[in-house]
């Protein structure tokens, strides 16, 4: 990082007093000794409240501290509420860069002398900008001479050279920070700031985003619900990402979708179906959803379709996170607090020595005047965000797969209510959490995980008589204190000669040979009694 980039940085954050949000007992000998070094930078703003100078110093410092702050905006579990809603008024808009410079960008991505070999109707004039790239308009010709329009995004020239560079700065702001604050262990600052580069730098590779709305699109294809625009891979690069163009309403122009008579309430409640679908069956959302990237299909607004663009960041949680999660949900709305807090213990998000009966007693003190609303009225975003906050002071470490879920939560449940103000989001949601828990959980889910790992038992089932064969000559060869099947271990040879028949019915039952599966099923059936009764 050069010299220049670190003055004018520290100038910046000083000029707006940024070191007064640091405790002044908190702020050691050197940090005082180093302020009082840069004496000729006073904070030019005093009059001005601590999250508003947060946000001018951020907007001018450029787009990586931008985003940086649009990022906070979101981790509420971090910061105070003032400084985080004055965050959310972060804006990424910056110039434009030549047309002329995005398409020789685009030829020489492509390999190709002129745009016009691929691309007709090239827009120098950017239809969209922001601070790693912006959008141009085309229409492509296609192997079969059919036009197609489509949208161009291109990453900005040399921005990577500048993100590295504030990036660097960012980790040993995040050190520093480390350090000074006793809440370092719980808030984890060096941490936040390598999710941040990771999300950061996944922005740059439009591949990556390619492929995640591929597999969007994959994930809703037939929907009623949610389209994602076809992504071009073949006319696509690491710095350019060509898909078909999309036509729609702007989903915060709420006065143009009810004067087309849209169905506003059902548009509202599959914002709701839209992400629980995401994060619950597929365990792949779409963690970008401001309304900038969402639009509403002009078609049928009687039956109303969104528009999802922009997939470049995308979250995941594990199979553990989603059982958890759902059942929070559904024991938080039931006022099963108790429940709630041994969910946090079990799934490992705070320390196994949490005294349950203080932590339930500190969830129903803050969630229980939110229930003396009606539940048409309860923030499902801000119901997760409060309990994230309570958690924090057991010290709950954070988990960067849910503040991605939080977000886009908070963004799903404030578009639902923008457009129908009386969406009662638990109503739409708690069937769809209990089914799902419902479909984990049982013989039915125990018989799915068995077919979903058939193919390995009948890779594996050759080498069971081996192996049995093998260990019996083992314990043949031991000397002879017992007999070589004792009494205990032959529940659990019957068990494995079970467990045997259990796949062989499995696999009859793949070849449609109903009785062979049938007789296996019953053999296995007996062997799992005759072991059950010899090992009781």
């Known amino acids: 990082m050069s010299t220049a980039r670190l003055y004018n940085i520290t100038k910046t954050l000083l000029n707006y007093g940024l070191d007064e949000l640091i405790p002044k007992h908190k702020f050691p ?12 930078f006073r904070n030019k703003h005093p009059d001005k409240p601590a999250g508003l100078r947060l946000r001018l110093a951020l907007q001018e410092l450029g787009p990586v501290w931008i985003k940086f702050g649009q990022m906070l905006s979101t981790r509420r ?27 020789k960008i685009i030829e020489k991505a492509l390999g190709i002398h002129d745009i016009s070999e691929h691309f007709s109707n090239f827009n120098q004039m950017p239809l969209a900008s922001a601070s790693i790239a912006q959008v141009h308009t085309a229409t492509l010709v296609d192997e079969k001479n059919l036009p197609q329009d489509v949208v161009i995004k291109v990453i900005r020239p040399n921005i990577k050279s500048q993100i590295d560079a504030d990036l660097a700065l960012m980790e040993k702001f995040a050190h520093i920070i480390a350090k000074l604050l006793s809440e370092a262990k719980r808030l984890r600052p060096v941490e936040v700031v390598k999710e941040y580069k990771k999300t950061l730098l996944d922005e740059l590779d439009l591949m990556r985003e390619g492929a995640n709305g591929i597999q969007l699109k994959r994930n809703f294809e037939g929907s009623d619900s949610l389209y994602i625009p076809y992504v071009y891979s073949d006319y696509s690069r690491v710095n350019i990402l060509v898909m078909e163009r999309i036509y729609g309403i702007p989903v915060s122009d709420t006065d143009t979708l009810i004067a087309q008579n849209t169905n506003m309430k059902l548009l509202a409640e599959r914002g709701v179906e839209v992400f629980f679908t995401q994060v619950f069956r597929d365990s792949f959302f779409h963690a970008d959803m401001h309304p900038g990237n969402v639009f509403v299909s002009y078609e049928t607004p009687e039956n109303p379709k969104f528009i999802g663009i922009d997939c470049g960041i995308v979250g995941t ?8 999660l759902a059942e929070n949900f559904i024991a938080f709305f039931n006022r099963d607090y108790r429940q709630v807090a041994q969910l946090h213990v079990d799934s490992g998000w705070v320390p196994a020595d ?10 129903r003190t ?3 005047p939110i229930f003396n609303k009606p539940l048409a009225e309860i923030s ?7 309990l994230f906050n309570t958690a924090r002071r057991f010290n709950m470490q954070v988990q960067p797969q849910l503040v991605l879920l939080q977000k886009t939560l908070l963004y799903v449940e404030g578009l639902g209510r923008q457009l129908y103000p009386q ?11 209990e089914e799902w828990v419902k479909q984990q959980v049982g013989p039915w889910s125990v018989l799915k995980q068995v077919y979903a790992n058939l193919p390995f038992w009948a890779e594996k089932m050759p080498e069971l008589p081996d192996l049995i064969y093998y260990n019996l000559k083992q314990q043949q060869k031991a000397p002879i204190t017992a007999p070589i099947v004792s009494t205990s271990q032959k529940p ?15 696999l009859c039952y793949l070849q449609h040979d109903t009785i062979a599966a049938l007789i296996a099923g019953v053999a296995s059936l007996t062997g799992f009694i005759i072991a059950w009764r010899n090992a009781s």
């Open 29 to 40: 000998w050197y940090g005082k000794l180093g302020r009082k070094c840069l004496f000729w």
């Open 77 to 103: 579990d971090l910061l105070p509420q003032d400084i985080a809603v004055e965050l959310t008024l972060l804006q990424d808009q910056v110039q434009p860069f030549e047309g002329e410079l995005a398409q």
């Open 317 to 324: 949680l594990s199979k553990e996170d989603k059982r958890y």
């Open 354 to 363: 949490t005294s349950i009966e203080e932590f339930e007693f500190a969830i």
């Open 366 to 368: 803050v969630c229980e």
């Open 380 to 386: 499902f975003g801000h119901v997760l965000v409060n």
């Open 423 to 433: 969406l009662d989001l638990w109503k739409t949601a708690k069937p769809f959490l």
């Open 492 to 506: 659990l040879l019957i068990g494995v000669f079970s467990a045997a028949a259990m796949i062989v019915s499995g």
